[in-house]
């Protein structure tokens, strides 16, 4: 009996962990260098990403992460984002969606 009860927790709480997750999809890199107070991404494509889906940035060796808004794309390569970066990150830093 108690194993069913232990069984029944730990697939309820998998279950409630996968329901509940955060989704990131690969969506750009960054096509230039951006700096701490600067609002504007240059990317290699942004035709996928949605304006109203938050992306994350991510810096190429994975040690800074940002998530922000995004205020508006520009020409499918300009990303306007609704607040500044808090940290500088080089180009081939990696854009994800969040879902």
């Known amino acids: 009996m108690k194993a069913r009860v232990i069984l029944f927790v730990l697939v309820s709480a998998l279950a409630w962990s996968i329901a509940h997750a955060e989704t990131n999809v690969y969506m ?3 096509f230039a260098d951006v700096y701490r ?3 504007f991404l240059q990317v290699d494509d942004a ?3 949605d304006e109203l889906q938050k992306i994350k940035i ?3 060796d994975g040690k800074l992460v940002e998530v922000h808004g995004i205020r508006h794309i520009y020409d499918g390569r300009s990303i306007y984002l609704t607040e500044v970066l808090r940290h500088n990150f080089l ?3 990696r854009i994800y969606m969040i879902k």
């Open 37 to 39: 107070t600067e609002d």
């Open 47 to 49: 035709s996928k990403i």
């Open 28 to 30: 750009a890199r960054l």
């Open 58 to 60: 991510v810096s190429r």
């Open 91 to 93: 180009s081939g830093a």
